[in-house]
């Protein structure tokens, strides 16, 4: 079945040919229901397993391929995906002991080890020790620290953040019926330190403001000293989203970018970002592990009391679902592979590489950059070019498949988005998609054929 399965891969990827498959969506779909057929016939079908991972892969997005560049989406190493194969065969779920007793011991050690990337190795007391839970990405990670800040608030807080926060923030705050976010500028594209401390002083009750190690739109690092200095002086709540940029602390060259993220109550990790894991592998570390009492559930068939006091772990306080896959394997297989300095070599790498890209961009007299990368993501469009020509260029890259490009509004304009986020990009891919770019603007100016 193996031997399937990457036969069907390979075969497939080359009847794609590019990072996305070309057509748009309806040849996409088309092509789908024409070889996937009936999906539940009344007879089985042995070929299946090869016929519907052929379609998969011909129909993929590959974030593998140099010209896949739209999203916060990794090539996951092939480390990564190995052990995911096992976690997958076994089937452990991380909702009682006796259905993952090594998963669960793993668990542990994966979340105070990347815990302690964060907070230090601080002398604290056994139970004020920082922790982390393991969660599916950076939504679930928000929805928790803002549960985390209600119930350590008495039930009541209300949510301050820059108009640069990701959306899940704002909708975490109404799954937990918690008051309208106060939403402060952030003019530059960060968080705005004197704006922020303005708010905080004529706000009152419970606060928890978030800030952002990474933002979705450009990769910018919000001043995370000031803003902690911010929420001391104001006694509030502090969360640092880093989904994005919390992979920065591998690197030593760019680990100083998250200087104050240890002043954080809780931070959001995503290592299916700057880890290169396959998804999900999102953390939300915690500074006071005290503040996970409020996750505690009890239910006999799970955690009864005298199973938990007879020295059986109780794993259903780690997190806000039951059923819950080993992710931790494929994370901790990848951590003790690569350990710190792999990791932060694979950062090095895509860091220079938006940098390589900005300065391809601000060279070439074609194009407009926004502004030097601070982590991956590079915002560029073509020069004199209209918002509607931006995304027509990217629409058109989209369905010849020749390139994957991500799109952003912000200054009033609408920019395309490189997230460089594979380290084996060089010098000639990003050449050749910035000339990609440029052919296609080309194309879509009347009477102009590209040479």
């Given at each position: 079945m193996l031997d399937t399965v990457l036969e069907a891969l390979d075969t497939g990827?080359?009847?794609?040919?590019?990072?996305?498959?070309?057509?748009?969506?309806?040849?996409?779909?088309?092509?789908?229901?024409?070889?996937?057929?009936?999906?539940?016939?009344?007879?089985?079908?042995p070929h299946a397993l090869r016929t519907l991972v052929h379609v998969f892969a011909e129909g993929a997005a590959d974030p593998a391929h140099p010209l896949c560049a739209a999203h916060l989406h990794c090539p996951p190493l092939a480390i990564a995906t190995a052990a995911d194969l096992a976690a997958s065969a076994l089937n452990p779920s991380l909702d009682s002991w006796d259905q993952a007793p090594a998963?669960?011991?793993?668990?542990?050690?994966?979340?105070?080890?990347?815990?302690?990337?964060?907070?230090?190795?601080?002398?604290?007391?056994?139970?004020?020790?920082?922790d982390s839970l393991v969660t599916t990405g950076g939504t679930e990670s928000n929805q928790v620290a803002l549960l985390l800040a209600r119930e350590a608030c008495d039930g009541a807080v209300r949510l301050v953040c820059g108009d640069n926060a990701h959306h899940s923030l704002a909708r975490a705050a109404w799954l937990l019926g918690l008051p309208e976010p106060v939403v402060v500028p952030a003019p530059a594209g960060t968080l705005d330190p004197a704006a922020l401390d303005e708010t905080l002083t004529r706000l009152d009750g419970p606060l928890l403001v978030a800030a952002t190690a990474g933002t979705t739109d450009a990769g910018l690092i919000d001043p995370l000293p000031e803003i902690a200095a911010r929420c001391a002086a104001h006694g509030a709540r502090l969360h640092i989203d880093a989904a994005y940029g919390g992979g920065l602390l591998f690197s030593t060259r760019h680990r100083a970018a998250l200087t104050g993220l240890d002043a954080a109550d809780t931070v959001t990790l995503d290592l299916h970002k700057l880890g290169w894991q396959p998804i999900a592998a999102g953390l939300l570390a915690v500074k006071d592990p005290r503040d996970l009492t409020a996750l505690r559930q009890r239910a006999d068939y799970l955690n009864a009391a005298d199973d938990t006091e007879a020295g059986l772990p109780d794993l259903l306080g780690r997190s806000m679902r039951t059923t819950r896959r080993p992710d931790v394997l494929k994370l901790a297989v990848t951590l003790k592979t690569l350990g710190r300095s792999g990791l932060g070599t694979l950062v090095d790498q895509v860091c220079a590489r938006?940098?390589?890209?900005?300065?391809?961009?601000?060279?070439?007299?074609?194009?407009?950059l926004h502004g030097p990368p601070v982590i991956s993501t590079v915002l560029f469009r073509p020069a004199d070019a209209t918002d509607a020509t931006v995304a027509a260029v990217r629409r058109a890259l989209f369905t010849d498949g020749s390139a994957v490009l991500g799109r952003t509004r912000l200054d009033g304009r609408l920019w395309l988005k490189a997230t460089l986020l594979n380290p084996a990009t060089g010098p000639d891919d990003l050449a050749a998609l910035l000339h990609l770019v440029a052919a296609r603007r080309a194309t879509l100016v009347e009477g102009h054929t590209p040479r």
């Open positions: 990827a080359r009847a794609r040919g590019g990072p996305l498959p070309p057509g748009g969506p309806e040849a996409v779909a088309a092509r789908v229901r024409e070889t996937a057929g009936e999906i539940l016939p009344d007879q089985g079908d998963a669960s011991e793993l668990e542990t050690l994966v979340a105070r080890a990347l815990a302690k990337e964060i907070y230090g190795d601080g002398r604290q007391e056994a139970s004020r020790t920082p938006a940098r390589e890209f900005a300065a391809l961009v601000h060279d070439h007299p074609g194009f407009v």
